[in-house]
């Protein structure tokens, strides 16, 4: 695992957000800038501190992977926080919760949001659809928010016009 945050960190270091002078230190298990400058650390969503690296919970082992994102793209994301780069790492547990959850569209049926549970798409009868829409990216979080972040579909019937 450290081999892989100093890797993480030395890649921030020598980043263009950072100086040339700046030099990183790892004593008694504490990273230091010798500027004062640190990145801001992400574990599975939630941000930790550079002591949290440190703990014996933090198996190596279960780590999927380490991102390093840096600059204008840290900023976008993570604000002020994130001025001094940030360092994602995902464990394999939450790679497992992400790729297993099924992520579904929001139905939108004649102009009616569908609850998913109440919904079988493969009930509709092709003959029956008058059109069907797919909205999605910030288009369909403006209109629907929370609701609409994984896309929505919307369904016309030839009743329902």
Do not use: C, H
Not at 30 to 41: E, V
């Amino acid at each position: 695992m450290k081999k892989l945050v100093v890797f993480a960190v030395f890649v921030l270091a020598t980043s263009s957000s950072f100086a040339q002078s700046n030099e990183i230190k790892q004593n008694n298990e504490q990273w230091q800038f010798n500027n004062g400058m640190q990145p801001l650390f992400i574990l599975d969503d939630k941000i930790i501190t550079k002591d949290d690296l440190n703990s014996p919970n933090l198996d190596p082992t279960k780590i999927a992977s380490i991102q390093v994102i840096r600059d204008k793209d840290a900023i976008e994301k993570y604000g002020e926080q994130g001025k001094n780069g940030v360092v994602i790492i995902t464990s394999k547990e939450r790679e497992n919760q992400i790729l297993n959850t099924p992520i579904e569209p929001l139905y939108v049926l004649d102009g009616k949001v569908i609850i998913q549970a109440d919904f079988k798409i493969n009930g509709l009868e092709p003959n029956d659809i008058e059109s069907i829409q797919v909205l999605k990216g910030k288009n369909a979080t403006d209109q629907y928010g929370e609701k609409g972040k994984n896309g929505v579909i919307f369904i016309t019937t030839k009743k329902g016009l």
